[in-house]
């Protein structure tokens, strides 16, 4: 069981690029005052990474100085984390771990509006059908706290929000072991 004493909980979204991340962070954001961490954004701001990895276009994380950075935040709780994939945060940090999830022609449409094409787009489209995501969180969180959302519509976008927000003004600390 979790020792933390965060009187806020800290939210994890995860999912294959394009699935709406870093939309239904922000609205979620917006909605609650938590803290929108966009793990992909501050790994660029603080050159939290060991060089470009030209085979999948990106950057190559260095893991170890992202669990630095975000360690006293986390701590704090009030975070809502947004990154295509979970494995290497500390399982203790988070109070709930979402995976959205995309149809996916919808999905291929997104990710080509944004300029994926050929192995990226390949690869991305094949981590949402094999459920890479998912698989990753039941291989890292404990399985009451794991949720699958689907994020086709925009009325999936409002109504995962409104869960999440509910979810999070619902939460009551734990108490100290
Ligand atoms: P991610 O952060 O997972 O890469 P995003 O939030 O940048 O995804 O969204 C990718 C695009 O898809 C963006 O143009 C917004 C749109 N989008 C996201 N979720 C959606 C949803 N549930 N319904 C319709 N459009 C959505």
């Given at each position: 069981m979790s020792e933390n004493g965060r009187k806020r909980p800290n939210v994890l979204v995860t999912g294959?690029?394009?699935?709406g991340k870093t939309t239904t962070c922000s609205l979620l954001c917006d909605a609650t005052g938590f803290r929108h961490i966009n793990v992909g954004e501050l790994v660029k701001q603080k050159n939290?990474?060991?060089?470009?990895?030209a085979e999948f276009e990106c950057h190559i994380i260095n893991e170890d100085l992202v669990c630095d950075e975000l360690e006293d935040m986390m701590e704090e709780g009030g975070n809502v984390v947004d990154h295509h994939?979970?494995?290497?945060?500390?399982?203790?940090?988070?109070d709930r771990v979402v995976v959205l999830q995309t149809d996916n022609s919808i999905l291929y449409d997104r990710l080509t509006s944004r300029g994926y094409m050929d192995q990226k787009l390949k690869n991305n489209i094949e981590c949402e059908i094999f459920q890479t995501l998912l698989e990753e969180a039941h291989e890292s969180?404990?399985?009451?706290?794991i949720v699958a959302l689907k994020s086709d519509s925009v009325e999936d976008l409002s109504r995962n929000v409104s869960t999440l927000d509910e979810w999070i003004k619902n939460w009551v600390p734990r108490s100290r072991a």
């Open positions: 294959t690029p394009g699935t939290l990474h060991d060089g470009w990895d994939g979970c494995d290497f945060f500390p399982e203790r940090w988070f969180y404990a399985e009451d706290i």
